[in-house]
């Protein structure tokens, strides 16, 4: 399975955001080989508006490959639902409970959880995302199955990013633990590729496409970098899932 992972376009109606998200689809599409999926880990949206997400929609619409994403810290359920995902709701609670859903590519599933907290930065994976996390992975049995959500769940040591990270690490560690179908864990929300070990697995973090993040050794003046050219990663997954075998290439788009 080759699986190219983008994150964080922050689509706010501007022309800057558009052509960088624009650069990273037509990259995507001048590949050699189509990749089986195209995952976006959230942040779509800047200021979750319908508008945004309609521009979105359109955006990856135009990738040569299926493209599935999750929700950020700047996107708002309702309107990703409706917009980007067609999905009609009642106005109301319903319509803002966590987007969780899975699909599958090349005998993967890929289990894209909903970490927002809305209104807040920090991460959360609720009681209602667990659960239907550990479901769902029983359901799958030995079906390779790679849960992928906005926020890291461990510490990047950037003192910014770590104070909005992913709050509830320890159950999530507690559903991984023991599944052996589970050969990573993808986020995004840093603005900047890592890549480290959760609960016994990779935790492989996509760059960013709106910015790139400035690391605290890093010269340079504000948090993050608007110059510097948006990234990729590519994860390349063997057909049984194996953990060790997981390969991840991370590119910068010209």
Request: proline fraction near 9%; charged fraction near 20%; hydrophobic fraction near 45%.
């Amino acid at each position: 399975m080759l699986l190219a992972h983008i994150s964080d376009l922050h689509l706010d109606g501007s022309e800057f955001a558009a052509e960088r998200a624009a650069r990273v689809v037509a990259y995507l599409n001048g590949l050699t080989r189509r990749p089986d999926a195209v995952l976006v880990t959230g942040d779509i949206a800047d200021h979750g508006g319908p508008d945004e997400y309609a521009e979105a929609a359109k955006l990856l619409a135009g990738i040569h490959a299926p493209a599935f994403s999750c929700p950020g810290n700047h996107d708002d359920r309702a309107n990703y639902r409706a917009v980007l995902l067609g999905e009609v709701t009642a106005p109301g609670p319903a319509s803002y409970r966590p987007v969780n859903r899975v699909e599958h590519a090349a005998g993967h599933a890929l289990l894209l959880c909903d970490s927002t907290i809305p209104g807040a930065d920090e991460g959360l994976l609720d009681d209602e995302t667990l659960h239907w996390l550990a479901g769902t992975l029983d359901e799958l049995g030995d079906t390779p199955a790679i849960p992928a959500f906005h926020h890291p769940p461990t510490p990047l040591h950037h003192p910014y990013l770590d104070s909005i990270a992913l709050t509830n690490a320890d159950r999530l560690a507690e559903v991984l633990a023991g599944r052996a179908n589970v050969p990573a864990v993808l986020t995004g929300h840093a603005h900047t590729p890592a890549a480290a070990t959760f609960a016994g697995r990779p935790l492989l973090v996509a760059p960013g496409v709106v910015s790139t993040l400035r690391l605290p050794w890093e010269s340079g003046l504000g948090l993050t970098d608007r110059v510097a050219p948006p990234g990729v990663a590519f994860h390349v997954l063997p057909e049984n899932g194996a953990a060790d075998a997981v390969i991840t290439h991370f590119r910068v788009v010209p």
